[in-house]
């Protein structure tokens, strides 16, 4: 089945440094999505981007899919402390459901 | 902005007794979804629902597990007789209707149900 994995596990930066995760699947896709967790609370969505498309921006968020290396990068750029959470890529497909990955821990030190 | 609610936050059940999850969808979707996060592991799909049945469902959602969309604005899940393992959040989500299917847009996740099995 098709399985988002996201990397590194974890990633602690300063605030205002770039933190970049990195997901990868296996098989073939309609979108993907991210999505944003604080600890122990629900999943806000991020941002979600299609299989014909390469990069898009929302806000401090730049998402790359490269469908020929089945990946995808999230880029959160001059972070902030509020941005720790954890991370989770999910891939979608019609006719199934989404699988999302283990998530990227990222830490913003003040 | 329009959102998914889950009630209760938290719930707390003795092993083999029955649970009942609810969840109000955003109000013009019309594909609701249960996962589960057992703590500190991913998320995991438990079914989808769309037109009044189950649309897909996954090894995890067997026979103690049941959901219903009883009137116009809730969704629930139950768990008949549940079990130590069963202890995780629970959250529901919704999509908007898509010609091209349920798991082409985005789904919105409420804030979860994190359940306790005594």
């Known amino acids: 089945s098709q399985q988002g994995e996201e990397d590194p596990q974890a990633l602690s930066i300063q605030e205002g440094e770039n933190a970049t995760m990195n997901c990868s699947y296996k098989?073939?896709?309609?979108?993907l999505q991210w999505y944003r967790q604080n600890s122990g609370r629900g999943l806000v969505h991020l941002i979600l981007?299609?299989?014909?498309?390469r990069e898009k921006h929302s806000g401090r968020l730049r998402v790359t899919l490269d469908t020929s290396k089945k990946s995808s990068s999230l880029l959160i750029t001059a972070s902030r402390a509020a941005d720790t959470a954890s991370y989770f890529c999910?891939?979608?497909?019609?006719?199934?459901?989404?699988?999302f990955g283990p998530g990227t821990r990222l830490s913003v030190l003040p | 902005e329009p959102e998914v609610t889950q009630t209760p936050s938290h719930q707390v059940t003795q092993m083999g007794q029955e649970v009942i999850l609810r969840c109000v969808p955003i109000?013009?979707?019309?594909?609701f979804y249960w996962y589960r996060q057992i703590l500190g592991q991913k998320v995991e799909f438990l079914v989808s629902?769309?037109?009044?049945?189950?649309?897909?469902k996954s090894e995890i959602f067997d026979d103690q597990f049941s959901v219903e969309r009883p009137d116009g604005s809730n969704f629930t899940l139950k768990i008949r007789s549940t079990k130590l393992e069963d202890s995780a959040m629970y959250f529901c989500?919704?999509?908007?209707?898509?010609?091209?299917?349920?798991?082409?847009?985005?789904?919105?996740f409420g804030p979860g149900t994190r359940l306790t099995v005594l």
């Open positions: 989500a919704s999509s908007d209707p898509s010609l091209a299917g349920p798991s082409t847009d985005t789904q919105y």
């Open positions: 098989t073939s896709i309609n979108n």
């Open positions: 981007i299609r299989s014909n498309e």
């Open positions: 999910a891939t979608g497909n019609y006719g199934q459901n989404f699988v």
């Open positions: 109000s013009n979707h019309l594909y």
């Open positions: 629902f769309y037109n009044n049945e189950i649309s897909e």
